[in-house]
Nanobody, 122 residues
Framework: VHLVESGGGLVQPGGSLRLSCVGFERTLNLGVTGWFRQAPGKELEFVGRMIWRYDDVVYGDAAAGRWTISSDDAKSVLYLQMSSLKSEDTAVYYC????????????????WGQGTQVTVSS
């Protein structure tokens, strides 16, 4: 499993970005794919995750009400659509996948991408 994120960049406050993650096909029926983020000087934070088997999405506090996790029809790309971005959303965003685990504890995710930087600044 080789996860690759893309779509990060610089965006103004209030703007939007869509992150993409590929490479998780082997985990589709076995677990979950999720998004985490890490801001400078802070711990890794759960953003949201999708259980593929049930099309079930759970969001963390940072994402709830503002962002959406979805996939393409082929379930080959996982998206994180972010809107109403704030400066505090500045972080490296990681895609991660777990087999046999469906929760939000980052330490139990088996596979990680390299991360993509999101910077929210005017």
């Amino acid at each position: 499993v080789h996860l690759v994120e893309s779509g990060g960049g610089l965006v103004q406050p209030g703007g939007s970005l869509r992150l993409s993650c590929v490479g998780f096909e082997r985990t589709l029926n076995l677990g979950v794919t999720g998004w985490f983020r890490q801001a400078p000087g802070k711990e890794l934070e759960f953003v949201g995750r999708m259980i593929w088997r049930y099309d079930d999405v759970v969001y963390g506090d940072a994402a709830a009400g503002r962002w959406t996790i979805s996939s393409d029809d082929a379930k080959s790309v996982l998206y994180l659509q972010m809107s109403s971005l704030k400066s505090e959303d500045t972080a490296v965003y990681y895609c991660a996948a777990a087999i046999g685990y469906y929760g939000t504890d980052s330490s139990l995710y088996d596979y990680w991408g390299q991360g993509t930087q999101v910077t929210v600044s005017s």
